[in-house]
T-cell receptor, first 116, second 112 residues
């Protein structure tokens, strides 16, 4: 398996522009998570899905952030409009129900977003 | 508010010595704890976990200790190797929940 695949690896955009981050989870995994890593707060959970359905989006910082999972093999995180304080590394992770406690999640390599 | 805290942003250790990384949590409902390791430009990878019914779990050079009364856990790496140089994240969750709460990470540097 290729693991969790995220694209793009790096994104530089101007303030006010729309940004879309993409994620392909591991085939067969039924949970998908979006995390954001910053120096101050570490890894913060933004939203997670179970069987393509959003379960908890309480970590989404503002209405500018939205996430979708149209099918089991694809998810997007969109920021519109983007702001400099959104600059961070965004990680997608997936897991199988029941295995999270023993083996944790499998993370992608992340997307480094820079908003100038 | 951070429910999982790693108060040491960085740690340097000589090769062959013990590395001890610490983590504190505030939520008494947490009953499962995990450690992740992260290399630059890669995602975090699962390292070791412990359930609250145990106070120690060992896997090769890595041992995690849990002190429930103090709401504290630690990761011991013995002996430390240069390849262990990475950022280590502590995470916690409740059984039945599906989201992990992470700390801010500790950057370990093992000096050859």
């Amino acid at each position: 398996d290729a693991g969790v695949i995220q694209s793009p690896r790096h994104e530089v955009t101007e303030m006010g522009q729309e940004v879309t981050l993409r994620c392909k989870p591991i085939s067969g995994h039924d949970y998908l998570f979006w995390y954001r890593q910053t120096m101050m707060r570490g890894l913060e959970l933004l939203i997670y899905f179970n069987n393509n359905v959003p379960i908890d989006d309480s970590g989404m910082p503002e209405d500018r952030f939205s996430a979708k999972m149209p099918n089991a093999s694809f998810s997007t995180l969109k920021i519109q409009p983007s702001e400099p304080r959104d600059s961070a590394v965004y990680f997608c992770a997936s897991s199988l129900v029941g295995s999270s406690l023993s083996y944790g999640y499998t993370f992608g390599s992340g997307t480094r977003l820079t908003v100038v | 508010d951070q429910q999982v805290k790693q108060n040491s942003p960085s740690l340097s250790v000589q090769e062959g010595r013990i590395s001890i990384l610490n983590c504190d949590y505030t939520n008494s409902m947490f009953d499962y704890f995990l450690w992740y390791k992260k290399y630059p430009a890669e995602g975090p990878t699962f390292l070791i976990s412990i359930s609250s019914i145990k106070d120690k779990n060992e896997d090769g050079r890595f041992t995690v200790f849990l002190n429930k009364s103090a709401k504290h856990l630690s990761l011991h790496i013995v002996p430390s190797q240069p390849g262990d140089s990475a950022v280590y994240f502590c995470a916690a969750t409740q059984s039945g929940a599906n989201n992990l709460f992470f700390g801010t990470g500790t950057r370990l540097t093992v000096i050859p």
